[in-house]
């Protein structure tokens, strides 16, 4: 990807899509620099890496009247802790890169003067490691019967690091839906015998989950997020995102 403009950053807070509801987002992180300089600094500064955070801010245009809005998303998320992910420009189809982490809703914002098309901002502080990945399920597409998504090739995973993986539900209908989603790899793209390396809780209403692995190595380099589906004419939309950090 080279130097691009602005126009399709996609934004999943939660259970909750805020795309459309957003005109600005920021994406920082950074680590501490603790000063070590000692006598033997040979005159210079000397420093070493610290705590390492991450934080999203967005702001856009407010609505409120239902989960899917901003204001009552907001609200029911205010002081908690749950998965957000965003795109790099890029939209959300399968492949395309995505940061996400799990943060605290530290603060929302909403109003301005007469006359303004009324406003909201907030800010998500990491819980979690912030993850460089991919999307691994795109949001526009409705699930309905038990299955899987495509493969992505992310890589293996090294002793000490981890498998991330979030899930973020943005709507469910039918008569008691039940979703339960999983991550599975594979050794090729073929995913003749996938293993199962995480499982999300069942889902039947919108809502956010993040998980990973243990810290163990997987040696298997592609990945794809599955899912079993049950109920009388259940129809999910949910995104999902992977990455190794």
């Known amino acids: 990807m080279g130097k691009t403009v602005l126009t399709n950053v996609r934004t ?86 995505a940061y996400f982490t799990s943060a605290l809703r530290s603060d929302y914002k909403l109003g301005d003067e007469v006359g303004e098309v009324a406003p909201w901002s907030g800010t998500a502080k990491s819980s979690w490691p912030l993850v460089r990945g991919q999307f691994a399920h795109p949001p526009g597409l409705a699930r309905t019967a038990t299955g899987a998504g495509t493969g992505i090739q992310i890589g293996a995973v090294a002793a000490g690091r981890r498998l991330h993986a979030a899930l973020h539900v943005l709507s469910a209908s039918g008569t008691t839906p039940s979703l339960t989603a999983r991550v599975e790899s594979s050794v090729d793209n073929t995913f003749a015998a996938p293993t199962t390396r995480l499982t999300f809780n069942p889902a039947a209403a919108p809502g956010g989950q993040i998980l990973r692995t243990a810290g163990t190595a997987v040696t298997d380099s592609w990945w794809r997020i599955a899912w079993t589906i049950s109920g009388t004419t259940p129809s999910f939309l949910f995104v999902a995102a992977l990455g190794i950090q």
């Open 12 to 97: 999943f807070a939660v259970g909750v899509d805020l795309t459309s509801q957003s005109n600005k987002v920021e994406l920082s992180s950074e680590v501490e620099d603790k000063d070590s300089t000692n006598y033997a600094s040979q005159g210079w500064k000397e420093v070493l890496g610290g705590l390492a955070s991450a934080e999203i801010s967005a702001e856009g245009q407010w609505e409120a009247g239902d989960p899917t809005r901003v204001d009552d998303a907001s609200w029911a998320t205010l002081g908690g802790v749950g998965p957000w992910s965003v795109s790099a420009n890029n939209g959300a189809a399968v492949g395309d890169l």
